[in-house]
Structure formats: structure tokens, C-alpha cells
């Protein structure tokens, strides 16, 4: 009887083989082809109607979808450049402690631990018009008295947003700052002292360049997280009211699940992951520059 | 161009000093090198004189003004460290320039004093490179351009050359004795090795445990040296000192071998001692040693030889204690060969036992 027989080098591959068919390959042909269809989740057979690029002209021409598409991008430069500028304040900070630093690095861990749903809880109590501990505090102290809807206004609810984002992962920011402080090599430092340098032009010539690729590797991962940003909006304000928060992910997910046209979602989907690519190309391009001025590898 | 005195300078990390209240007074266009063992708190003083370190006490003064208080930008000095310490992210240009830039230099002064320097340095066709695509010896140029385009009152060298091959070392030696010719400003030089010290200073600081324990041209230290520290820190091979007693009006080493008391020091009778004598004053028998009335001679086993071409340093046993001798004209010579070796008395030392001081009048 005949016997199949396999080189060895494929039969020893065909284990990876069929995990990244699995759970790559085949999830990203089938979302993609279905962002060509009229895939509904309630209506399964639709995913055979195919109709071309249909919903890629449709996201092209949707007020909401690009309206979100924009917000996001605000969302993602007001937060990175805030906890960049914070983070880098905590770090410079931080390693001026001597006793007790060890104990202040691991508390500057802390937001990091809790879970974003969470955070998106704490934070829309905290933002509550009527029984939120900011509304109480500015009533307290007498700077107001009237209930500021600070989830209800576009613009308000936006900052509440930012703020929850920013108290989250500054500490992304400071983390790494502060490992980059911590390798900055002295004689550079003492040469700009003896040079003539105050502390800021010290800082300003010659730390800040050394910590420049500690922080576009913050940039890098935080604009991934923040271009997909879901939990906490989700949690403080559903996208609403009335679509003034919404991003791309809190549209796309109520799109796909809420209104099941998952072929329309996947589109957007599609769409959307274009601007992760290009803000995590963008950052590393930066990095590279930033590590070729310093000498540090090619 | 400045004096700079040191009057009572004292360092001390928490409870432990490391320089105690050292005096110096080093004159302008002095080059003035401070040497001794690591740890002997000279790379300590000469951060204590950039502002680098704090100083626990004393004044430094720089020119007129008392500097203790001031930061480093303010007392017109320049440093070269011995990593060299440049800013890995500016072309040699910008490095060269940087300072000028900072005091807000007009662009045409800074390319003036830029170009300037690279020509003193042969730095002018590395200008756009990074200190990067640099070798050891062109970023070091690149550190002392660095220092020189200030035209600052003071020069620090903190063992500038420690990173460098030993050729690079030789010829880098010679560029900053030229550069201190060329510029003629003051230099404070901190080094561990001896023969830097010896080539380059016009006066020599060794120092030891935070202590100033000679000063001196290198001909002085090297020939009368205070104690016997320095007698063997200085000159290459180190000095070989020999347990002896004075007994009689004459030295008796350790095994009871005779050696007349040199002239020009004073011992008491039944002083223990150091018996002092260089390499280039013990040699065999027949080997050219200048012609002295006050010569003694010895007999000593050869244990080792190694010959360095022009001469050879012959290792051998007398007393119990190694000794290293010259031979210029060198002849091969078997170990263990027995050999009768002529001492130059009159160039020889003697150091208390105890306290280690020179005992010359």
C-alpha cells in the first residue's frame, strides 16, 4: 500500500502551521472577506452576499465614522504629549529621591494594576453631576454650586476621558524615563556642568537627547493602546451622549455587536488599524533617528 | 590664565575624610601633576577644583576669587575626562563649539575658535563626524579641542590617556606637552601612572591616603625622594629597598651582609632601616656604571632576566629580598649564575623602618 511520506522540515512545522492558521490566518481572511459582504450576526447566511467595497465607500463617506476617527486622534495626541510631560516630570523627580525611591517606583506602578474597566468605573463616580466626588468637592469649597454635567458635555466629558487615561499610564511613561535617567552615562553631564551649562541648558542639550528613545518607545506602545482605546470610554460614556465621545472602537464594537452588521464593522475595523500602523511606524522611525544621533547601533 | 591655591581643602563623604586639609599653590602656566595610588583622593581634589565635588572645607581660590561657592560654569576652567566624555549625539564641530554656544558666542567666533582649535589638534577633517565613527585617540583630541577653544584660566585632566593602547599613550603624551607649549595655560594633570607624571609635569603632587606627601620637580622626587612611598611609587623599575641595621658606622642587612653607610645620611646607631638603591645603581661588574669614589660591592645569584633590547634588568636574591639590577650592554647570562654586582653608594637611600622617612641630611 501507498504511504504518503512528508519531508521531515514540513512535518515539524505543521504544528505551528495549524496554531497560526488557526488563530491568525483564518480569523483575518474571514473578517476581511466579510468586511465585503453584507455579514449580519443575526442573519448568517449573509456573509455569501457579497457586495464588492461597498462598505469601505460607505465608512468613506460616514460623517460618524470619521467624526470618531478624528476624536480619536485628538484623544491620542492630547493624552500621549500630557503623559509624556508628566511622566517625564515624575521620573526627573524620582531620581532625585535617594531614601525610599524602591517603595516610590513600585507606588508609581499602582494605576497600572487595576483593571481599565475599573478605572472607567472609579472615574465616571468621580465625574457623576450629582453624586460624583469632583461636583461635591468644587460645591464644598464653594467654587460653584451649580452640577456640572461633566459626562454629558462633549467637550467636558472629553477632559473626563483624558484625565482617566492620563491617571492610567503616565506611570508607562515615567517607568521608562526613569530607567533611561538611570542609563545615562555622568561624564556627559559633568562635561555641559563644566562647560558652562545651568541645569536646564544640562538638561535641555544633553539629557533629554539620551532619554529620547525611552520616550518614542513609550510613544510606540502608548499610541497602540490608546489607537484602540475602548474600556474605559465604553464604561464612562458608552461613545455618548449622543455620539460626543465616541472613537473608532466604541463605534466599530456597537456597530458590529449592537447592530450586528459585522461585515460594515470589520470594514471599519480595517480602515481604523491603518492609523496604528502609521502612528507605530511614525514612532519608530523617530526612535531609530533618535538612536542613530546617539551613536547607538545603526 | 591663573594661579590656583589650595589652602586647607578638605573632602569627606558623610564620616570618612578622604582629603585632609591639603595645601597647593600652583603657579600660572604651571603643569602641575597630581599622582599617587587609586584612592589617594588626587582625582577627588581636582573635582573639588572643577565644583564637581563639594568641598567639605578649606578655600580654593582660582586667579583672585575664592571658588568654593561657584558652579563649574563659573570659574573658567575646562575639564577632559577619562572617558572622554563627549556628546555622543553632536558632530566633533558641534562638541568643539558647544561651550562657545552656550556663553552665546557669535556664530562666526564659534566657527573662528572651532577651526582654530581642530588645526592645533589635526581635527579638521573629522569635523562632521560623530564621536562615534571616532577612534580612541581622535575622540580624546576631540575632549582636549573641547577644553581648548575656551581659552579657560585652568585645564583639568582627569587620567585622560587610562583608556588608550600604550602606543596611543606615548604619542598622546607628547601632543599634550606640545599643546601646553603652544597655549601655555595652567594645567592641573591627574594621573596613576608614574612616568606619565615624570614626562609631562613641571611639578609633581604624589598623594596618598588623602595626603600631599611630596612635591617636587620629577628630578627631585625621583632623587630625593621624602620617604620610601615615593621612592618606590617613582621611577620604573620601583626602587628595591633592604632590611638593614646600622651597626658600627655601617649598614648590616638582614643575613648579616656588610654595606658602607652612604654618604649624606644620618642614622643612629642601631636604627632599623631601609637600604634604597635604584636599578640604574646596582650593575654588574664591568658594566659602564659612572665612576664613583663611594662604590661597594656585592655577590647575588641571578633568578630572572628580562632583556629589553638597550638593556636588561637582571632579578636576584640578596638578603632574602628580591632585587632588580641593570646591565646596559647586555650579555646573556644563565639564571643562577652567580654574579659580583657594583653598588653606587653615593645615589643610594635610607628610610626609617618604622616611619618610612628619608634619613638624608
Known amino acids: 500500500m501507498y504511504r504518503m511520506r512528508l519531508p521531515p522540515w514540513l ?10 492558521l488557526a488563530v491568525v490566518a483564518i480569523p483575518l481572511v474571514l473578517s476581511l472577506y466579510s468586511s465585503f459582504t453584507a455579514f449580519q450576526l443575526t442573519r448568517p447566511e449573509t456573509i455569501t452576499k457579497w457586495i464588492g467595497t461597498f462598505n469601505y465607500q460607505k465608512a468613506m463617506g460616514d460623517a460618524n465614522f470619521w467624526a470618531a476617527f478624528g476624536r480619536t486622534v485628538l484623544l491620542l495626541t492630547v493624552a500621549l504629549n500630557l503623559e509624556m510631560l508628566l511622566g517625564l516630570g515624575l521620573a526627573l523627580m524620582v531620581a532625585k529621591v535617594t531614601r525610599g525611591q524602591r517603595l516610590l517606583r513600585t507606588m508609581m506602578m499602582f ?33 460653584t454650586d451649580v452640577a456640572i454635567p461633566w459626562l454629558v458635555d462633549g467637550n467636558l466629558a472629553f477632559i473626563a476621558i483624558v484625565t482617566a487615561e492620563v491617571w492610567t499610564s503616565t506611570s508607562v511613561f515615567a517607568i521608562l524615563i526613569l530607567a533611561g535617567l538611570f542609563a545615562i552615562p555622568q561624564d556627559p553631564v559633568e562635561a555641559a556642568r563644566v562647560d558652562g551649562c545651568t541645569p536646564w541648558q544640562t538638561f535641555r542639550y544633553v539629557t533629554l537627547p539620551f532619554l529620547m528613545p525611552f ?24 461613545g455618548g451622549p449622543a455620539r460626543r465621545t465616541e472613537l473608532l472602537w466604541t463605534l466599530i464594537g456597537r456597530t458590529g455587536y449592537v447592530d450586528a452588521r459585522m461585515g460594515y464593522a470589520n470594514a471599519m475595523g480595517y480602515i481604523a488599524i491603518l492609523l496604528s500602523i502609521v502612528f507605530t511606524v511614525y514612532f519608530f522611525r523617530k526612535l531609530t533617528t533618535a538612536r542613530t544621533s546617539l551613536g547607538m547601533g545603526d | 590664565m591663573a594661579d590656583v591655591v589650595l589652602r586647607n581643602v578638605v573632602k569627606n563623604y558623610g564620616a570618612v575624610p578622604v582629603v585632609h586639609a591639603i595645601n597647593l599653590d600652583i603657579a600660572h602656566g604651571e603643569f602641575v601633576v597630581l599622582v599617587g595610588p587609586s584612592g589617594c583622593g588626587k582625582s577627588t581634589t581636582l573635582r ?30 575646562s575639564m577632559v575626562f577619562q572617558n572622554y566624555a563627549l556628546y555622543p549625539h553632536m558632530s566633533v564641530r558641534e562638541n568643539l563649539g558647544f561651550s562657545l554656544h552656550i556663553a552665546k558666542r557669535s556664530r562666526a567666533d564659534i566657527e573662528k575658535a572651532v577651526a582654530e582649535a581642530a588645526e592645533i589638534l589635526s581635527l579638521t577633517p573629522l569635523l562632521d563626524r560623530k564621536p562615534g565613527q571616532l577612534s580612541g ?70 598623594m596618598r591616603d588623602g595626603h600631599i606627601v611630596q612635591i617636587g620637580t620629577p628630578l627631585d622626587v625621583f632623587e630625593r625622594p621624602v620617604n620610601a612611598f615615593v621612592a618606590t611609587f617613582i621611577g620604573s623599575p620601583p626602587m628595591n629597598l633592604l632590611p638593614a641595621t646600622v651597626t658600627g658606622g655601617a649598614l648590616r642587612l638582614s643575613d648579616g651582609t656588610p654595606i658602607p653607610l652612604p654618604p649624606g645620611l644620618s642614622a643612629r646607631e642601631g636604627q632599623a632601616v631601609h637600604f634604597g638603591v ?44 628580591e632585587v632588580q639590577a641593570k646591565m646596559l650592554n647586555p650579555r646573556p647570562v644563565r639564571t643562577g649564575e652567580v654574579l659580583r654586582f657594583g653598588i653606587a653608594l653615593d645615589k643610594c637611600h635610607l628610610f626609617d623602618a618604622e616611619t618610612g622617612a628619608s634619613l638624608r641630611v
Do not use: C, W
Open chain 2, 137 to 206: 585617540g581622535q575622540r580624546q583630541r576631540v575632549a582636549m579641542g573641547r577644553a581648548i577653544v575656551r581659552h579657560p584660566d585652568v585645564f583639568l585632566f582627569d587620567e585622560p590617556l587610562s583608556n588608550l593602547d600604550a602606543k596611543l599613550r606615548t604619542q598622546m603624551r607628547v601632543e599634550i606637552k606640545r599643546l601646553h607649549q603652544k597655549v601655555g595655560t595652567t594645567i592641573i594633570y591627574v594621573t596613576h601612572d608614574q612616568i606619565e607624571a615624570m614626562t609631562l609635569a613641571d611639578r609633581i603632587v604624589i
Open chain 1, 111 to 143: 494605576p497600572m494594576m487595576f483593571s481599565p474597566i475599573l478605572v472607567g468605573f472609579q472615574f465616571k463616580f468621580i465625574f457623576n453631576d450629582n453624586v460624583g466626588l469632583l461636583n461635591n468637592a468644587l460645591q464644598s469649597l464653594g467654587l
Open chain 1, 215 to 238: 520616550i518614542y518607545i513609550a510613544m510606540a506602545i502608548r499610541s497602540l493602546d490608546v489607537a484602540r482605546a475602548y474600556d474605559i470610554v465604553q464604561v464612562m460614556t458608552a
Open chain 1, 11 to 20: 512535518v515539524l512545522l505543521m504544528p505551528a502551521f495549524v496554531i497560526l
Open chain 2, 48 to 77: 573639588m577644583i572643577a565644583g564637581l565635588e563639594a568641598i567639605s572645607g578649606g578655600t580654593v581660590q582660582i586667579g583672585e576669587r575664592v571658588v568654593n561657592d561657584l558652579p563649574p560654569r563659573d570659574r573658567n576652567i
Open chain 2, 278 to 321: 635604584r636599578a640604574d645603581n646596582i650593575m654588574p661588574e664591568g658594566h659602564a656604571m659612572p665612576p664613583t669614589a663611594h662604590m661597594t660591592h656585592v655577590e647575588m645569584p641571578v633568578t630572572l632576566t628580562e632583556p629589553l633590547g638597550t638593556e636588561t634588568l637582571l632579578f636576584g636574591t640578596l638578603s632574602g629580598t
